[in-house]
């Protein structure tokens, strides 16, 4: 038995501004048996697929398998690099001599120029290339996907957990799916439902309401219905301006069109009775901050303050209120500033005092720049390996980091690029910041954090400063929407 393996994924942030073109895909692009060496041992869909083909003595085909490296601002992908990675992973697919399934490792928040619907795209022209064998696609829990995807695909699963710690679990309910299919033992039949509710990310933790709640109800459903093979829950991505925006609803039965449809139906309804839950209102950096500092007052900290608007790194915001309000032990692990940083490099070396004008350049939204005096303590572009439960055991390289020392253990790093993860402690570790004396720590992100570092400070708490990826989303400026898309599209906007 021989199963096809090839992935194309990005998530698209449309409100930025730099077109995504194949210079930021092709470093990380990888081909053929190198897919598979570079997954091995680490938890993503890939190893999964390989765990359970592993173990029943299937050959897996790898193809291609491209995702943008880090970087921070990119936009809209060129219709040049969706053609290429699309076609490429049909031409593989048609010279991979004979193939009994295809396993596609997508993401589903792709936005691509001129192609409305990029991963039923992909699957369609897969399709084309390799006719009936059956098609089975993982996909992220932010992915967008509508009818088109569920007619493309022969299955679809979705990484049930954010933080998103169970790619390599998905990777391997697909597996197993398609090597039960092939086998004969198995017929998927798939419903798909899209409640019409379009979610900030940072509400869509799975440890709590409301996405807490959907995982359970589908969870009771697997537990009674022995035909339901699987029913997952995408609440999407609200930054990407597609058509498809959205949360959708996914339930793989053996053989069971109906049964399919009556479970992905009931989710879809359970999750829009929740809808107010999805779109609460979070605090302003001036309250927020000042609560954190209460907080600490109380012995309740540390204190993780998530900033999960800034998808571009260069906002001031909550730097701004912690040195205005006065709070001491803090840190910030990047600013992105990239002029400012390489002026530093240039003109200063560890040890020095200096007075520096960093963020706040990008984009009105972003807040100004803020004046800092400090001591540099790091300059350097750090490598270091990540201990998180998300991405344990993969290498990070930084590009330029800069750390100063404000004074009253208060850090902040200024960096030329967004630095590649803040989901564990090594992002403050790597540039010799005592993460144990911190009363504070401000990330720019929304939920994948919470895997380390709920185990680590006592509070979360989100503050909405603005920013492209701003809770609020009836202050972003929608196009594509569909109409009923609740609370974003025409008919709640009035
Ligand atoms: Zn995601």
Known sequence: MRIAVAGFADETCTFCYVPTDIDRFEPAALRGQAILDANRGIPTYINGYMKVAEAEGVELVPLVYASKTAGGFQSWLTPACFDKYASEIADRLRDAGPLEGVLLALHGAMAATGVPKPEAEIVR????????????????????????????????FVIRTYPHVDYEETGMVAARCMIETIRGNFVPAMAMRRPGIVSASIYQATAVHPMKDVQARCREWQAREPDLYYVSVAPGYAYADVPDIGM???????????LAERVAQDISDYAWSMRESFARKLPNPR????????????????????????????TTHILRELLEQGAKNWAIPSIVDAE??????????VGDTVTVKIGGWYYEISGRPVEVTGTVEYMGRPSYVLIGPRRRGDRVQDSLSIRLNLGDNRHVV???????????????????????????????????????????TKVNYPIDAPGIG?????????????????????????
């Not at 098609?135 to 088109?148: G, P, Q, S, Y």
């Not at 993860?421 to 720019?444: F, H, N, P, R, W």
């Open 287 to 314: 309250d927020g901050v000042a609560e954190v500092m209460r907080l600490v007052r109380e012995g309740k900290g540390p204190v993780m303050i998530a900033d999960g608007a800034d998808r571009i790194g260069d």
């Open 414 to 456: 200024i960096s030329d690029e967004k630095r590649g993860e803040s989901y564990d402690s090594t992002v403050l570790t790597s540039v010799g910041v005592d993460v144990s004396s911190l009363d504070i720590v401000a990330l720019k992100d929304r939920v994948h954090h919470r895997a380390y570092w709920d185990a680590i």
């Open 248 to 258: 959708s609803v996914w339930a793989v039965t053996n053989g069971n069109q109906e």
């Open 470 to 494: 701003l809770a609020d989303l009836t202050q972003l400026k929608y196009e594509n929407a569909p109409y009923d898309a609740f609370p974003i599209g025409g008919k709640y906007r009035g």
């Open 340 to 349: 400012a940083a390489k002026d530093l490099e240039k003109t200063a070396s």
């Open 125 to 156: 022209r897969a399709r084309a290339t390799v006719g009936s064998i059956p098609i089975m696609v993982t996909l992220d829990l932010h992915a967008n996907e509508d009818r088109e995807m569920a007619d493309a695909a022969d299955a679809v």
